[in-house]
């Protein structure tokens, strides 16, 4: 089985996860919109994961949250994913959680 994975960026305590899922296809690859975070201070760590940087529109932001308070994040617009994945020939595709906070 081949799997793409996708996700804004792989952070330090995910990678290991990750790295137990692609043992266990035949093939597993990881596309990422950006090579760290730097609102969380996560520097590019993908150990032995095979990892794709996407084509991204990156934008650093800050929000007020619904409590009052202002939130510093990062904004990451894939625009060659379509591409990629014609490219890859994957037939089988885990997306990773996009979560709104707030």
Do not use: C
Not at 60 to 71: E, H, I, L, M, N
Not at 95 to 100: C, D, E, G, I, V
């Amino acid at each position: 089985m081949r799997v793409a994975f996708f996700t804004n960026n792989l952070s330090p305590h995910g990678v290991s996860l990750v790295e137990q899922i692609a043992n266990r296809v035949d093939r597993f690859r990881v596309f990422v919109s950006a090579e760290s975070d730097e609102v969380h201070g996560f520097m590019r760590t993908w150990g032995t994961l095979d990892v794709t940087l996407q084509r991204s529109i990156n934008q650093f932001r800050v929000v007020r949250k619904a409590y009052g308070f202002w939130q510093a994040g990062e904004l990451h617009i894939p625009f060659d994913t379509m591409h990629q994945l014609k490219e890859e020939k994957t037939r089988n595709g885990i997306l990773s959680t996009l979560s709104r906070h707030g």
